[in-house]
């Protein structure tokens, strides 16, 4: 594998094991080049690479393959596999795709369920999925006919019922999650919702396998996951509860979708035994089982090294200083539809919406402009993620080459711009202990929420509160510690008015519309920052006019701009994804990889145990 050169990149290992001071001063060092580019090569290999690593290389994540194929053996008949669940906290356990949260669980329930509709590597639908469609020509109503051969673990059909009793779940009053939001495009939903309507207007049974669903407008977003398409088992939830259903049995012990496997058994938190669904659409799994357990991320790569572990999202912090030895794997790699960034949390979250104080601290602009310029986010990138992961500019992903806009400035470390504001605002020391007061000369004391996870997590949430110090703004740990994953999410959903800045993750999904994350309705909205021109910009964005491309792509480069101006948050690390596949596995593609038709039916192995490095 081919690595990058930059001149001015720290060694790793060094930065983290220096002392605060010295990780600082490295970071102040980085230079500020955006990204990690070059041409493509053979795309690594078992090892991932066959240069050594010299503390002045970064990687690329183009030199990675996105499939795991033949290994030139031949695949046995049945066997085991088991996958790591790469995480510092139980996963939670919800696991029903209308309900869960966190991206653990999702990982739990995309080995047993799947999503209805297929994408090609545009992320835009298509006909290879368990459910076509067809759309009349204005382009609003779609008519879904579901795969005869569908059927839930149980052998119950799959049916056009159960697709509009999950529509029913969503918008029904005491649904406890935060989904409905995805099925709000469908006419009749938000009245219903309301409590307006005794049924959804917009979904029209037409038999046992067609449904036809009619939405408020046309929209790009339609064809690119604008479609809620995960069904739910009428004849299993339907005299439970919907305020019972996220904790009952059927969702945290006996799951059931109709994935190419089946849940046999769940340990709360910590495994989950997956059996072959012999009845799967596509056709019977090649694989007998399915192992999922939790391991720690400090313990991956010795996991995956004694060949105890056959798949693992891996972490990219820990790519360069294991990948020479761990010769029994294969890297594959993707651009991850996600980003990390800094938020301020600015309200409340009140009856299903946003409330922005403008009391809270944060809810000051210059302050937030500030924060924003004080930090060096490429430095970061460099120092602990050997350019596997890179400074952000926008709060879109290069994941949507389409509209993602590389040449918006966005903000990269300019401590006297940073200090600047902070004079100009009214923003000064004046007691002399070296942190500046707020305009109305009273004490300013930020609280941080950041997760804990990976040797990395502390020494990136303290330089980021000493690059704040160094601009004179007192930031310290929510709690005097980092957030356990679980712990992190629940208070941001509540809206915990002790938190005033956090660093967060948001997957950005297929479709490139991200009002799941910023509209003034979203309760993924951790901000709670609202703002008129953003909701009219993010409608326009999936409106009708936007189904013209360039206009879309104006419609994106003018908001990304806005949030730019504006900062409820700011991106600082865009990401790429690392999937460690054992040599003995073929026909693998990270669940994350869009449009490779490589499906868990054709998933094998090529030897009875998985091959070690030892």
Known sequence: MKKFNRASKIKKSTVVLASTTALLLGLAACSGDSGSEGGSTDGGGSTGGDSEETGDDLFSIDDFDVIKGENGEEMIEGGSLNVALVTDTPFEGTLNPNFYQGTFDKQVIDWFNENLLAVDENFTYTQEGAATFEINDDGDVF????????????????????????????????????????????QGFNEFRAG??????????????TLEITFTEASPSLLASGVWDYPMPKHIFEDIEVA?????????????????????????????????????????PNLDEVILSVVNPQTISQSLQNGEVDIAVYPADQYADNYERLTNVEFLGITDLAYTYIGFQMGTWEDNQNVFDEDKAVSDINLRKAMAYAVDNQGVAENFYDGLRWGANTLLAPS??????????????DIDEANRILDEAGYEDVDGDGFREDPNGEELVLNFASMSGGDTAEPIATYYMQAWEDVGINVQLLDGR??????????????????????????????????????????YNYTRWTDERNDELLAQGVSEEALDIERRQEIYKEWQEYMVEQVPAFPTLYRSELTAVNNRVVNFAPFRASGTEVYLNELGVTADSAETAN
Not at 157 to 171: H, I, Q
Not at 196 to 209: H, P, Q, R, T, V
Not at 400 to 413: A, C, F, L, M, R
Not at 484 to 494: G, K, M, P, S
């Open 244 to 284: 019972d259903m996220e904790s009952s049995p059927e969702v945290r012990e006996n799951p059931i979708g109709y994935g190419a496997f089946k849940v046999e058994s769940v340990t709360p938190g910590e495994a989950v035994v997956y059996s072959k669904n012999e009845d799967y659409w596509r056709g019977e």
């Open 400 to 413: 949507h080459p389409d509209y993602y806009d590389e040449s918006i400035e966005g903000y990269t470390q």
């Open 196 to 209: 307006d309507a005794d049924d959804i207007s917009g979904l029209n049974i037409i038999d046992e396998k």
């Open 482 to 523: 980092l957030q356990e994953f679980n712990t992190f999410y629940d208070r941001l959903e509540a809206a915990d008015q002790e938190i005033d800045v956090y660093q967060g993750a948001w997957g950005v999904g297929s479709d490139v519309d991200p009002t799941g994350l910023w509209g003034s309705s979203a309760a």
């Open 143 to 186: 008519t879904f006919t579901i795969n005869e051969n569908l059927n839930w673990h149980d052998g119950e059909p799959v049916t056009a019922e159960d697709w509009v009793f999950a529509f029913e779940v969503l918008g029904h009053p005491d649904y406890p999650a935060t989904r409905f939001s995805e099925a709000s495009n469908v």
